[in-house]
């Protein structure tokens, strides 16, 4: 499904993030969460619903069809393009990210893909955003940030694979400082700690979760400079939006009740706008 600009040339995104639907079938705090996620979309529009990985317990769902496919059968009943990246929790069962990947065709409305990529199971891709005239606006790159270090006596969290940064700095767009493109992934880079030293908006209420290892994506951000904000999930009761070297680091807001954390269950919204954006957490009544 393509994505256009509204009217008024803005693009308005609803992130989920940290989902954390158990086993099938869905009772308690699984359902509690699809029925919040229903109500608060019945009464609220966006163009993109961006999933930035956790979907599942990987290790308490044996059947990851009958659980997405409840989760994806809810977001079908709204006509708004999908894009889903994964977590470390998402394939901690006897599946891979491919066989995720695969019940995304359950969606009735995905969001078009760009330029996929896939090394070590982990695809990475873009969102591109048209103005009615087809010019592009505004990009969105989507890395899957994969789950735990190959290395975990010393690091529990994956870095993103150099292949992964290679991609992003040979794709073939054309952009300048003025573009406003965004980025989503699972885990927080490194340079997340950093960012705390500047919180712009939003809490931070435990540590960063982030990988040891800095790879190095941070960098080709900064030198390319048309990426203004990543956004994260993973560190349930972070939902701070930081700012380090000019490029804002922020998280989503913890969407299930499945899962640890004190923050009240929400969203991020994001709104592109021609020369910017903005953002806040929504709530669950």
Same mark, same amino acid.
């Given at each position: 499904?393509?994505?256009?600009?509204?009217?008024?040339?803005?693009?308005?995104?609803?992130?989920?993030?940290?989902?954390?639907?158990?086993?099938?079938?869905?009772?308690?705090?699984?359902?509690?969460?699809?029925?919040?996620?229903?109500?608060?979309?019945?009464?609220?529009?966006?163009?993109?619903?961006?999933?930035?990985?956790?979907?599942?317990?990987?290790?308490?769902?044996?059947?990851?069809?009958?659980?997405?496919?409840?989760?994806?059968?809810?977001?079908?009943?709204?006509?708004?393009?999908?894009?889903?990246?994964?977590?470390? $929790?998402?394939?901690?069962?006897?599946?891979?990210?491919?066989?995720?990947?695969?019940?995304?065709? $359950?969606?009735?409305?995905?969001?078009?893909?760009?330029?996929?990529?896939?090394?070590?199971?982990?695809?990475?891709?873009?969102?591109?955003?048209?103005?009615?005239?087809?010019?592009?606006?505004?990009?969105?790159?989507?890395?899957?940030?994969?789950?735990?270090?190959?290395?975990?006596?010393?690091?529990?969290?994956?870095?993103?694979?150099?292949?992964?940064?290679?991609?992003?700095?040979?794709?073939?767009?054309?952009?300048?400082?003025?573009?406003?493109?965004?980025?989503?992934? $699972?885990?927080?880079?490194?340079?997340?700690?950093?960012?705390?030293?500047?919180?712009?908006?939003?809490?931070?209420?435990?540590?960063?979760?982030?990988?040891?290892?800095?790879?190095?994506?941070?960098?080709?951000?900064?030198?390319?400079?048309?990426?203004?904000?990543?956004?994260?999930?993973?560190?349930?009761?972070?939902?701070?939006?930081?700012?380090?070297?000019?490029?804002?680091?922020?998280?989503?807001?913890?969407?299930?009740?499945?899962?640890?954390?004190?923050?009240?269950?929400?969203?991020?919204?994001?709104?592109?706008?021609?020369?910017?954006?903005?953002?806040?957490?929504?709530?669950?009544?």
């Amino acid at each position: 499904m393509q994505l256009r600009l509204n009217s008024n040339e803005t693009f308005k995104i609803c992130q989920l993030t940290d989902i954390h639907l158990g086993a099938s079938p869905l009772i308690g705090k699984s359902q509690q969460t699809l029925a919040a996620l229903g109500k608060f979309l019945s009464v609220n529009s966006f163009n993109l619903i961006m999933i930035t990985g956790d979907l599942i317990w990987g290790k308490l769902v044996k059947d990851p069809q009958a659980v997405l496919y409840k989760l994806y059968d809810l977001l079908n009943k709204f006509e708004v393009p999908v894009a889903v990246t994964y977590g470390n $929790h998402d394939t901690e069962g006897k599946f891979n990210r491919q066989n995720l990947r695969n019940l995304e065709s $359950h969606l009735i409305f995905p969001a078009d893909k760009h330029h996929s990529f896939i090394t070590a199971d982990r695809e990475n891709y873009t969102l591109e955003v048209f103005r009615d005239n087809g010019e592009l606006a505004h990009l969105i790159y989507v890395w899957d940030s994969g789950s735990y270090s190959k290395w975990q006596n010393k690091e529990e969290y994956a870095a993103i694979e150099p292949e992964q940064i290679e991609w992003f700095n040979h794709l073939p767009y054309k952009r300048a400082a003025s573009s406003i493109d965004l980025g989503f992934l $699972h885990i927080p880079l490194k340079e997340y700690q950093l960012a705390t030293e500047k919180i712009i908006q939003g809490k931070k209420k435990e540590k960063i979760c982030s990988p040891v290892t800095n790879s190095g994506l941070f960098y080709s951000l900064a030198r390319k400079q048309n990426v203004k904000a990543i956004f994260a999930g993973h560190d349930h009761d972070n939902n701070f939006i930081g700012e380090y070297r000019g490029i804002k680091l922020g998280y989503g807001n913890i969407t299930g009740y499945n899962a640890y954390g004190t923050l009240p269950r929400g969203v991020r919204v994001i709104e592109l706008m021609n020369d910017c954006f903005k953002t806040e957490t929504q709530l669950f009544e």
